[in-house]
């Protein structure tokens, strides 16, 4: 096998990005709201289900992979969809796997939360429409964190994304898979070019995200 | 008061729920009026901040409801002052937070919430980093911010120490009689509740056991545990005698101690006898007509401001204060024998209850 051109390198980095925002994006829509629910809320089976989220939170990547992978192949609940081997199944695999960090960890930042919050923005009238700002705002520093570690976690797993996305050239190749095949193959050269993209990747949008964090400390 | 209260409740039965259980709070009525400072006092755990709570439209109650008819804002400045994360100012803009308002307006009403709590020169500080008092402050200050009809305050001087409270409460005095805000404060300190009051209510495991004017509910305390709570602390047991003297009802405590009192009880019956310490006098032997007795010093605390005496009594201790530093108070030391004076309009007496 011939070392992969620029182009190729340009094109698997841009398919994890293709891969990893997307998935990040989803588990923060569906993750901040549930985490900003149950950190504020009092309810029955409400420490079953945090245990249950702190669990997920340590979840083995590569055995999400696997059961993502069974609810995916053609006689499996959702093969129907025939997303196995596709990016669709890698971004879902990530999502099962960034959500549990990111409700546990807002839902530990809103936790943090004086008893009263809700009562005192309440009483002194702030519109509905803005509490959730100013909640989001109370919350960015644990908020934030949240982001990088999820971040952190779907732009570094190979376990998961390798079970349902299978490497395909063109296809599913994102770096860590692409790391590890040429690392595999003795292309020892590659896969450090490759890994310092990685690292780089993560290096560049953790100090984004770091610098927002930090600017708001006043 | 002849107006109409800006907020009252009426046959409010609240659930309260606390580390001890849980019990409900009774109030039949408690009306708030405009321009008036309502002190809400009660031992710990009598429901005075699910009182506030109720008040505040934050605690939903089992029956009974609560009207308003403020114009404006009903707030409440609560136990636990938490400051939203960033600058005090910033802490302050939350309350316009949704109201239209041009840059400089907001930021000169944002100088004039902080102004009237002595606090803005911390406008910038990070919120976080004040101390209890100011952050007492800055509480106080978001609240008026807001100009509201009615303030509510649960424990407004908590966590801090004597001069804190007592300039933190000048400075209260003076925001509630600049803005007209009708206020009910809930405390357990009596002294702020004797400088803020007009009136006073009392809470008793959960029922609200008195309510009117601050002087009066001073003075004559409708049962034991309302006296102790409204600081007449001064309680002995005596039957009310068949004879008077002049017009005075006569309650005897044993057979060598008789108080006069201007309170009218059966004859016959068991009262408590109630006099608050401030009209405990030490008679100095210009012969007062309303000696009670002779006493002896138990205890003497002096701060340097007030001297404190225990004062043993028919049995009893009682307590009262004088000056420090001034003409009695010097020469008296424990095992000193004293006489005691108490007018009879100061007398009050309580029905012993036969349960």
Redesign the interface.
């Known amino acids: 096998m011939s070392p992969p051109s620029i182009g190729l390198l340009i094109e698997i980095t841009a398919r994890t990005l293709a891969v990893c925002l997307p998935a990040l994006a989803i588990s923060l829509a569906v993750g901040l709201p549930i985490g900003i629910a149950i950190g504020r809320r009092r309810f029955a089976g409400r420490v079953p289900l945090v245990s249950l989220i702190n669990t997920g939170m340590g979840a083995p990547p590569v055995v999400v992979g696997l059961l993502v992978y069974f609810a995916l192949e053609r006689n499996g609940p959702f093969g129907d969809l025939s997303w196995l081997y596709s990016p669709q199944a890698m971004i879902l695999a990530q999502v099962v796997i960034a959500l549990p960090l990111i409700i546990g960890i807002t839902l530990a930042a809103v936790g943090s939360?004086?008893e009263?919050?809700d009562?005192?923005?309440?009483?002194?009238?702030?519109?509905k429409?803005?509490r959730l700002w100013?909640l989001a705002?109370?919350i960015?520093m644990g908020l934030l964190a949240a982001v990088i570690t999820a971040l952190g976690g779907i732009l570094s797993e190979v376990g998961a994304v390798m079970a349902v996305g299978g490497n395909l050239e063109g296809e599913t190749r994102v770096l860590t898979t692409a790391i590890l095949m040429y690392t595999q193959m003795g292309e020892l050269e590659i896969a450090l070019g490759l890994a310092v993209i990685l690292v780089g990747l993560m290096l560049v949008l953790a100090g984004l995200l770091t610098a927002v964090q930090q600017s708001?400390r006043? | 008061m002849s107006e109409a209260p800006i907020l009252s409740a009426r046959d409010l039965r609240v659930e309260l729920r606390s580390r001890r259980g849980s019990f409900d709070l009774v109030a039949d009525a408690l009306d708030l009026f405009a321009r008036e400072a309502l002190v809400i006092l009660g031992p710990n755990g009598s429901g005075k901040s699910t009182l506030m709570?109720t008040l505040?439209g934050?605690e939903r109650p089992v029956s009974g409801r609560v009207v308003s008819v403020a114009t404006g804002?009903?707030?409440?400045v609560?136990q636990?002052?938490?400051p939203?994360?960033?600058?005090v100012a910033h802490n302050v803009r939350?309350?316009f937070?949704?109201r239209q308002r041009s840059g400089a307006d907001l930021k000169g009403s944002v100088r004039d919430a902080l102004e009237r709590f002595k606090i803005n020169h911390l406008a910038?500080h990070?919120a976080a980093t004040l101390s209890g008092g100011e952050m007492r402050r800055l509480a106080l200050a978001?609240?008026f911010a807001?100009r509201p009809a009615v303030l509510l305050l649960d424990e407004a001087f908590a966590g801090l120490d004597a001069d804190g409270q007592a300039a933190l409460s000048l400075d209260l005095r003076r925001a509630i009689s600049d803005t007209g805000v009708a206020v009910a404060m809930v405390t357990h300190d009596l002294r702020r509740a004797m400088l803020l009051a007009n009136r006073i209510a009392v809470l008793i495991d959960g029922k609200l056991a008195q309510v009117g004017l601050r002087d009066d509910v001073l003075e004559q305390p409708s049962s034991f545990e309302i006296a102790e709570v409204v600081g007449m602390t001064n309680l002995v047991q005596g039957v009310v005698a068949s004879d008077r003297r002049g017009d005075c009802a006569l309650v005897e405590v044993d057979a060598q101690h008789r108080i006069a009192t201007r309170a009218e009880c059966p004859v016959g019956s068991r009262v408590w006898i109630g006099i608050r310490p401030e009209h405990l006098k030490l008679d100095v032997g210009r012969g007062a007509v309303d000696l009670i007795g002779k006493g002896v010093v138990r205890g003497v605390v002096n701060d340097g401001v007030a001297v404190s005496l225990q004062i043993d009594w028919a049995g009893a201790e009682l307590r009262t204060h004088l000056m420090a530093g001034r003409g009695l108070a010097r020469g008296l030391d424990v095992g000193a024998a004293v006489s005691l004076s108490a007018s009879p309009e100061h007398v009050h007496l309580i029905p012993v209850r036969s349960d």
């Not at chain 1, 009562?119 to 519109?127: A, I, M």
């Not at chain 2, 939203?84 to 600058?87: D, E, Q």
């Open positions: 939360l004086d009263d919050w009562l005192q923005v309440r009483t002194l009238g702030v519109p429409r803005w100013l705002r109370e960015r708001g006043t | 709570r505040a934050l804002p009903v707030t409440m609560f636990r002052p938490a939203f994360a960033g600058s939350v309350a937070l949704g910038e990070r978001r609240a807001l």
